[in-house]
């Protein structure tokens, strides 16, 4: 029997086309006109929004990738909650999921068994049910899912509208990506793996189910773009960002692995999109790697205005201790993103 893992090249997030090379492939996609279409492609947002009446809208996303662990069940269940979690980030709430499926022949189909049924239990501590999905046959395993939530057209949280002044929270530690590279590379520690794997199985529902009480000025998850790349999503052309590199939170082992150069294909790809967006200056390498790393299951990363930010930070923290302030946000400097 093969492992799971045995054929794929990449796994998770990390395995996503790169923000240079895919904004320039979306760029050639025509423009589709509907006012009933609150939220598309054009702003790199985490879902798309199609209001239904006044006070409905739903919520669409999709996200599958292949294995970045052996355990099926384990890898069916950080699929979903990644999957999942762009509902979330959009300040919605899933409804319905459909499994998306590539497997190959060669394996046997028990291990396909654990992979939907780690994605099963995730999506019913969304709150959501499963009704179906599609399969094929592919050279390497794949799974993830389309979700459909549903979201108040008044309350959409966007990826882009940060408001100056405001301050910038991250919910869970950055340094999955590298930590899992160091897995396959039989590297790892087994404290860093498993917090890790917690990390990426937890859903993001929680954290915004406290935010639901407050004013989000903006909200996007970090995914395989990593927290650099998101944030210049997020500052757009009318704010920038202030990054604090020493409150980021992250798990200890991974800055240890990027600091012995322990780094991954995809956190290249992120480090070349970001040159001219932000200098990194005398920041440690390290920390650099940190910022750049392609995030599986990744925390949610929101703007708050600065007088509510430390009140909704400890409504955070009782599901996600290691959440933090990790920013501000100013009006347009001379790059989208600063370090401080």
């Known amino acids: 029997m093969l ?126 049910v499963l009704c179906g999905g599609h399969s094929i046959y592919d050279k390497e395993p794949k799974y993830g899912l389309a979700v459909t939530g549903r979201i108040n057209p008044q309350r959409i949280w966007r990826n882009n509208t940060p408001a100056p002044g405001d301050q910038l929270i991250l919910t869970k530690p950055l340094g999955v990506g590298i930590v899992m590279a160091a897995l396959r590379g039989e590297m790892a520690d087994e404290k860093a793996v498993q917090a890790a794997l917690s990390s990426m199985q937890r859903l993001n529902k929680y954290a915004a189910e406290k935010m639901l009480s407050f004013p989000i000025s903006a909200c996007t998850d970090i995914t395989g773009f990593g927290l650099l790349a998101h944030a210049k999503e997020m500052a757009g052309e009318a704010t920038t960002l202030v990054l ?17 150069y322990l780094i991954t294909a995809a956190a290249q790809r992120n ?40 009140e909704l930070l400890c409504a955070i923290q009782e599901m996600e201790p290691q959440a933090r302030i990790v920013g501000e946000v100013l009006l347009p400097q001379n790059l989208p993103i600063l370090l401080r």
Do not use: W
């Open 244 to 260: 604090y590199p020493s409150e980021l939170p992250y798990i200890p082992e991974a800055y240890t692995y990027a600091g012995d």
């Open 271 to 310: 480090r070349n999109h970001m040159q001219g967006f932000v200098e990194l200056g005398d920041t440690p390498f390290a920390l650099q790697e940190l910022m750049l790393d392609p995030q599986t299951s990744g925390g949610l990363f929101l703007s708050a205005p600065k007088s509510c930010a430390q």
């Open 3 to 128: 492992s799971l893992l045995s054929n794929c090249t990449s796994g998770g997030c990390g395995a996503k086309i790169g923000p240079g090379e895919l904004s320039k492939v979306l760029s050639g996609l025509p423009a589709f006109c509907d006012p009933k279409l609150l939220v598309g492609f054009d702003a790199s947002d985490d879902a798309a929004v199609y209001q239904i009446d006044a006070d409905t809208a739903i919520v669409s996303t999709v996200d599958f990738f292949s294995p970045m662990v052996n355990d099926g069940r384990l890898f069916g269940r950080i699929a979903a909650a990644n999957a999942l979690s762009d509902v979330y980030a959009m300040g919605g709430t899933p409804l319905f999921a459909l499994n998306l499926v590539c497997y190959p022949e060669s394996m046997e189909l028990n291990a396909l068994g654990e992979i939907l049924s780690g994605g099963a239990e995730k999506i019913q501590e969304a709150g959501a």
